[in-house]
């Protein structure tokens, strides 16, 4: 079957805060499903896809933290996949190399952006037709439906997976990407023309200042912001989330 | 009498959607100070010092909007000066001097730069002591008081006035700044430690990306944020003012 066609397969549910959590496969990929509680009385509304960081997975508290802001205080829906190699899913060789070759240019004190940038891309190329067909899928579902505004909610290799995968998608209304390097996704990204909040750090001691200034110039949108923050590449400060949820609150809901 | 003795002489007063508006004058220098409605009945609240743009006067829009966002959003008081020859006081020989000498930059099609950067700094020189002085005054009062929570926000000239003044004044606890050279401002700017919220516009016509990012870079604050929006120098967009307001009212009340 291919990916395009596949429907979601509800697997374990259940609700807390005012959270309806939904776990789901879709085309064997494994993800997770938040909506508002009671979604079933309301009118369709707006959905955020969201990618997890490299070594995370869809449920990481990142993920959960970050839904929990959307859901509650917007109302949205908020789905996410595990990445390949990821959380539920398998490790093929080749993602138990290149995490061997991560692991040893860390410790050698090497840069790890050139394994970073590869690795992310070649998930990437499996991730972007994954996602559409989530996608596919989720406007399906009365209560997110075709053609409503959908956001994308993606940091670190979310925005390695994101790029392509925005710059691809008509259907996406505004983006959040962040913390990686311009190599391989300044191209895409100059494709993408909808408002794009973009994070940075301005100490990252793995990606430099010039290389995140050149990956958010790229962007084609007329309407972009950058956020820049001092510290280093794990401290990107929590109320970014807040931003990033009032970022696409604003352009995902009407008026 | 010297400025820094100077009590607040208070002129007219209104009251209009929850905000009271007193026009004073501190040491002959002429101001406004907005406070929440019903601010006779509570604790002393923290205070926020704005400074308004190069042409502009302590009443703009600017001032009037952002201080109502500060005031019925956060319950804080806001006070802003006339800048040495603008709004209510005096041009000077040497004001009317440099307000020509720009606009014949301007028409001509020469950087303004140069001159905005030399005019405010002469106007800050002046202006540091005032806004030291309406500090002092504006801490006797029983509704702001001596030893709470003072914030800056001052864009272009305010940032000119602003990097002097919150250099050399412990009393300020968190400051808004932005869309300013350099070239005069990198040095007072690294004696600043307090957490700063920067905004530069990414297509700025007058102050370049490698000006404007590297009197972010200077700061000596451990905890900075820089926002850069797509548009022109004077194309800032309106929710940077609600972004200010949330990191002023971050790090001006108690957790």
């Known amino acids: 079957m291919s990916p ?3 429907s979601l397969l509800f697997g374990s549910h259940s609700v807390a805060n005012g959270v309806v959590e939904r776990d789901f496969t879709v085309g064997g990929v494994p993800g997770v499903l938040w ?3 009671g979604y079933e009385a309301h009118e369709p509304a707006p959905l955020v896809l969201m990618a997890h960081g490299g070594g995370n997975d869809k449920k990481h508290p990142a993920m959960s933290g970050r839904a929990g802001l959307l859901v509650r205080d917007c109302g949205f829906h908020v789905a996410v996949l595990d990445a390949p190699g990821h959380g539920d899913r398998p490790r093929t060789e080749h993602d138990e190399r290149e995490v061997a070759e991560l692991f040893r240019a ?4 090497e840069p790890e952006g050139p394994v970073v940038v590869r690795y992310n891309a070649h998930l990437a190329d499996q991730a972007v037709p994954e996602y559409r067909a989530l996608l596919d899928a989720l406007q399906e579902l009365p209560e997110i439906g075709p053609g409503g505004p959908v956001g994308w909610f993606g940091i670190n290799m ?5 790029i392509p995968f925005v710059a691809e998608e008509p259907r ?6 962040g913390q990686h390097w311009p190599q391989l996704l300044a191209g895409p990204a100059a494709r993408i023309t909808v408002p794009v909040e973009f994070d940075m750090q301005w ?3 793995h990606i430099t200042r010039e290389e995140a200034l050149a ?8 309407e972009k912001s ?3 923050n001092s510290g280093l590449h794990k401290q990107l400060p929590r109320f970014e989330a807040e931003s990033a949820v009032r970022f696409l609150a604003r352009h995902l809901t009407k008026g």
Request: glycine content about 12%.
């Open 172 to 177: 996406i209304t505004a983006a959040v990407f």
């Open 226 to 228: 950058l956020h820049a």
């Open 203 to 205: 100490d990252d001691e």
């Open 35 to 37: 909506s508002p509680a």
């Open 158 to 162: 979310g925005t390695a997976i994101g």
């Open 215 to 222: 990956l958010f110039d790229a962007f084609g949108s007329a």
């Open 106 to 109: 860390r410790a050698a004190g």
């Open 4 to 6: 395009t066609s596949s």
